[in-house]
């Protein structure tokens, strides 16, 4: 497989290699394994400094366990996850601490990603809490929720006390208040009312700009993710199928999956609409508990063939900087 989602000569800040996280879901009573579910298969990408990077994918494609297992929540089965240089694979809880601190996470849940029994200022210096003394503590928080948009009244106050809007910037806050050179955010919006979304999508966007920030921007739909990745991978049932900047694969995606993802996206010009055929895929992500044999799409594709059944479409350059997993060779017709 010679999977790259880089596009620039400079040593990429995170590079994963063959990644793969399976659980045991079953065992027999002497402890074999009899179930387990394969959420990650071999996952490789490259995230370079100062870009955003897109992971999509339906619920269950192993998008999630991605971010997490990158920042070593969840122990790797195999693979590497080279991070400036450092594989962070092998490495103990110990050893894993200076890492931590540089590549952080703000969860989907901003409702549960709170503690609810501690301030906003406890929670957001909560990482920093050995290092520094109350009144600078007090001074971090207030300058963190000045940068994330909120006021300084709010650094007593408890997350009931906020919206879902708000919670998710006080994560936010928690974060930068690490002096994080990378952030993955898990699904940041997905919980949140519409309205609310573009704005928090915004201020990623002008923080990661204004501080240098790398991102990994993890979504299940690709309108989500369109305006502020520079790069993209789709993900479908613990693999990436396919990876392109962002313009490029909305302008000409090769993968079917990327193609019927794209179909679905909401058109706002209705003649546009009228004009886009949606492409309906048949049946449902299968368990990962059950991948199918060769193409792990075929089942829903709606060009497999018979070679599609039998062997596993090589992650392969299609075009410049854009590589696609699919057995066609020019990509799906349109
Ligand atoms: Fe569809 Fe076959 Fe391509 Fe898989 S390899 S996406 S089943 S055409």
């Keep these: 497989m010679n999977d790259s989602t880089a596009t620039t000569a400079a ?3 995170l590079e994963v290699r063959d990644l793969v996280k399976h659980f045991v879901v079953k065992r027999s009573f002497v402890g074999r394994p009899l179930t387990t579910l394969r959420a990650v298969d071999g996952v490789s990408f ?5 870009e955003t990077l897109g992971i999509v994918g339906e619920s269950g494609c192993g998008k999630t366990t991605v971010g997490r297992t990158v920042i070593r929540l969840y122990e790797p089965n195999s693979g590497s996850i080279v991070y400036d240089g450092t594989d962070l694979a092998p490495l103990t809880f110990e050893q894993m601490r200076p890492f931590r601190r540089r590549l952080q996470m703000i969860f989907q849940d901003p409702y549960a990603s709170l503690n609810p029994r ?12 050995d290092e520094l003394r109350p009144a600078d503590r007090k001074d971090l928080a207030k300058r963190m929720l000045e940068t994330v948009g909120l006021n300084d009244d709010h650094a007593n106050r408890y997350p009931h006390e906020f919206s879902g809007g708000q919670r998710q910037r006080i994560g936010i806050a928690r974060a930068l208040a690490m002096e994080p050179d990378m952030i993955i ?3 940041p919006i997905s919980a949140l009312d519409v309205s609310i979304q573009a704005q928090v999508v915004n201020m990623l966007e002008e923080l990661q ?11 299940h739909d690709l309108s989500m993710v369109k305006h502020i990745s520079s790069r993209i991978a789709v993900m479908y049932l613990g693999r990436i199928v396919e990876t392109g900047s962002s313009y490029e694969l909305f302008a000409r995606p090769y993968h079917p999956y990327t193609k019927a993802l794209l179909s679905a996206m909401p058109i706002p010009d209705p003649d546009v609409a009228r004009a886009n055929r949606r492409i309906i895929l048949k049946g449902d992500v299968p368990s990962p508990t059950r991948v199918p044999s060769g193409c792990r799409f075929r089942t829903r594709c709606p060009y497999a063939m018979k070679v599609c059944s ?6 392969r ?3 410049p900087g854009r590589f696609s997993a699919c057995h066609l060779e020019d990509g799906a017709p349109v």
């Design 317 to 319: 350059e299609v075009a």
């Design 209 to 219: 700009q204004k501080l240098g920030l790398t991102l990994v921007f993890i979504a």
């Design 46 to 50: 490259t995230v370079n400094r100062g």
């Design 11 to 13: 040593a990429p800040l």
């Design 118 to 129: 501690m301030t906003v200022t406890d929670i957001i210096t909560e990482g920093v809490r």
């Design 185 to 187: 955010c898990d699904e």
């Design 310 to 315: 039998e062997q596993e479409p090589e992650f």
